[in-house]
C-alpha cells in the first residue's frame, strides 16, 4: 500500500514540476507585472527608482503601483470590450452547440465500424494550419469571392443592398465556430455515445414522443457533455485575437486582440498582464459556475 | 373476447424466420408466460406487443382492435426491461411519475399516485433516491411500479429477474404474484427459465424456432408435454427411444430399446411403426435395493453410476443391464441421511406404467 503510493507520488512528480515551472512561476510573474510601472521603451522600469518614489514620498514598495488597475477601471472601453468578448464567446459557444448536437448524435448512433472514421473526419481540419483555414475564410467571405456574388445578387433580386461580409462581426462568428466545432463535437460524442439506448426505449414505452425522448432523456443525461465542450469553446474564444485579427473589422477588438497588442504594440507591459489577469479572473469565475453546473446531482 | 389476440404474426429478418406463424390469445387478468431457449423468437414477439418492432405479415388485436402498427407510446401496453431502464438521472419519484406526466395527469394527483405506488411496492423511504443508490431489488420493485403506475392493459416483462439472485428472485416471483392479483392487470412475462415460468404463470406457451409448441397450465406443460423438445426443454426427463408396435382402441404396445415391451394407452394419430420416446419424469423412478426384486413388477436391474446431492434431494444416474442410463430424483427426507445407496450399487428401478409417456416424433 506504502509503496504503492510512493510509486503514485514519483510517477506525477516531474508533471507536477513542470506545471508549477510553466505556469505558476510565470503567472506569479504576470501579477507582478501588472503591479509596475512600464519602462520608457517597453518592459518595466526598474524596481528602484530612488528620486521618483522620494519625491512622491512613497512607503517602501519602490516602483510599485496600482496604476495598471486604475486606468483600467478608469475607461469605460475596456469593460465594453470585455462585455463584447463575453457576447462573441457566449455566441460562438451556442453556435457550436447547436451545429455540433445533431452531428455527435449521428455518430453516436452509428455503427461502431463508422464511428472512429466519422471522428477522424471532425478531426481532419486540425491537419492544416490554423492561420491558412482562416486565411481561406477570408477568401471565402471577401466581396470578390463566387459564395459574396451569390449571396449579394440573391439579396439584391429580392431588393435588399449588398453586404460585406469580410471585415464584420459575422466573419468573426464564422471563423469562431468553424475552428472550434470539433471541440463541442468530441466531448458531446464521448458522451452521448455512453447513453444506454434501453432508456429511449423505456421512455418511448412508457408514452413519451420524440420531442419528449430528447428533452427527458438524452438531454439531461448529455449536460456534463454539453458543460465540458462549453467550457472547450468559451474559454480559448474569448481570449483568442488570430480570428478578430484576420476576419474582424477595426472595431471588432476582443480582449486577446488588446493583450496582444499591449504587448507587441503599445508595449505596455503592466497593462497587458492587468488585463490578462482580469480575463483569467473572468475565466476562472465562468469555469467554477460551470463546474458547479456540470457536477452530477449530489446523493443525499 | 381475448384481450390479446395474435392471428399468423410472422417476424423475419433477413433468411431468419424469429418468429414463424404464431398465433395466440391471452384473457385479461391472465399471468401469460412465453418460455423457450435463447433464439426462440419469444423477446421478438414481445418487442411486436410493445411496438418496438412490427410483424411482417400477421396482427396483434389488443380489446379487438388491430395495433401491429400503432406507436408503442400510443398503446396502453408497458415493458419492464431486464436491465430495469430506469432513468439514471432522475429520482425514484421522478421515474415512476414519468408515465403520469407523459399522459399528463395533473401535478396534485401525480404525487398522490406516486406516494401510494412506492408504497404498494415498500419504497415509500427511497422516493428521493437516485437509482444508482438502490440495490437490484429495490431497481426491480421501482420498475414495476413505474410499468404499473398508469394501469396499463398489458404489461410485458422481458426477463426482469433474470440479473436477480437465487434467493430474492424467489421473493420477487411471490411477490409478482401478489402484486399481480392485487392490480388484475394482465402480464405477459418472458423468460429462459423454466423453473420461473411454472412457478408464476397461470398459462404458458412454449417456443422453439419461433413456433409456439404447446400452450398450456404449468401442471398441463410439466406433466404432459406435447414433443420430445417441451419434455428435454422444462425440467429434467428420462427419454428412451421406442417403437410403437401394435396399437388398438384400449392398447398401445411399444417397444422399448433394450428394456422390451411396455403397454400405455392409446393417443391419437399413432399408427403401428411410429417412432419415438417415453418420457419419465426422474421423481417418478423408484429405485430399490437388489434383494426386492422379486415383488416388483416391470423392474429393471442396474448399478448406480454417480449421484448429486443437492441437500433436499438426491438425484441418482442408473446404469440398467442394457446400457440405458436413467435419473432417479429421490428425496432425502430422514435428517442426517445423505443418501440411499454409494456408486456401483447393484439396484432394480421402476416406475408406474401410467406416468410413463409416449411422445411421437413428427417429421
New interface residues.
Partial sequence: MNKFHLTRWLISLPPTLFLLIFFAVPSLIMIVTSFRFPGEYGGLAPLTAPETTVAEGDSGLYGMTLEAYQFFFSDILYAEIFLKSFVVATASTLICLIMAYPVAMLIAQSAKKYRNLMILLVVLPFASNFLIRIYAWMIILGPESAFSHFINSTLQAFGFEPVMMLFSPFAVLVGTVYVHLPFMILPLYTNLEKH?P??L?????????RW?RFW??TW??SLPGVFSGSALVFIPVLGMFAIPDILGGTGDILIGNLIKDQFLGTRDWPFGSTLSIMLMLAVLCVTGLFTLLARP?V?? | MALLELRNVIRRFGDFTAVDNVSLSIEAGEFFTLLGPSGCGKTTLLRMIAGFDVPDSGQIFLDGQDIANTLPEKRPVHTVFQSYALFPHMTVTDNVAFPLKMSKVAPAEIKKRVEKALEEVQLPKFAHRFPHELSGGQKQRVAFARGLINRPRLLLMDEPLGALDAKLREDMQRELISLQKEVGITFIFVTHSQDEALALSQRIAVMNLGKVEQIGTPSVIYGTPANRFIADFIGKINLMEAQVTQISNTAMTLEINGLGTTVLPPKKEIQAGDQGVIAIRPEQVAVHALAKQAEIPHAHTGKVLDFLYVGDVTTYVIELDSGIQIEALLANSSPGRARFFEVDDPVIVSWPQEAAQFLVDRP
Avoid: E, F, S, T
Fill in positions: 444506454d434501453v432508456l426505449d423505456a421512455a418511448q414505452d412508457l408514452g413519451a414522443n419528449q427527458l432523456v439531461p443525461q446531482r446523493p443525499r
